[in-house]
Nanobody, 122 residues
Framework: QVQLVESGGESVQAGGSVRLSCGGF????????MGWFRQAPGNEREGFAI???????SYVESVKGRFTISQDKSKKTLYLQMNSLKPEDTAMYYC????????????????WGQGTQVTVSS
């Protein structure tokens, strides 16, 4: 059974940093595209960082230069380092996995974690 478990969410002040982790269980981690999504209240869940099975990484413009996605395949763990956080980064953060097409589209991902909350105060 595929399972993704996020951790690391917290409340920080603007300009601060947070590191999220996502442990993957029950699937061949090395062969999957992994992604980070976030959902703020009243908004759609949006993808912003992805890493494909070959290690190629993409970000949306709003997080470029501030967020870093990485993974440790030996530990089956996905990470998200978030720096220079802004109040608009406040959201529930989800990791996701797909064995298919790797994109920022929520519909391409079939496996999801439960989410971890990040709150950034001004």
């Amino acid at each position: 059974q595929v399972q993704l478990v996020e951790s690391g969410g917290e409340s920080v002040q603007a300009g601060g940093s947070v590191r999220l982790s996502c442990g993957g269980f029950g699937f061949w981690f090395s062969s999957y595209c992994m992604g980070w999504f976030r959902q703020a209240p009243g908004n759609e869940r949006e993808g912003f960082a992805i890493i494909n099975k070959d290690g190629n990484i993409s970000y949306v413009e709003s997080v470029k230069g501030r967020f870093t996605i990485s993974q440790d395949k030996s530990k089956k763990t996905l990470y998200l380092q978030m720096n220079s956080l802004k109040p608009e980064d406040t959201a529930m953060y989800y990791c996701a996995a797909t064995g298919g097409f790797c994109s920022f589209s929520r519909g391409d991902f079939g496996y999801w974690g439960q989410g971890t909350q990040v709150t950034v105060s001004s």
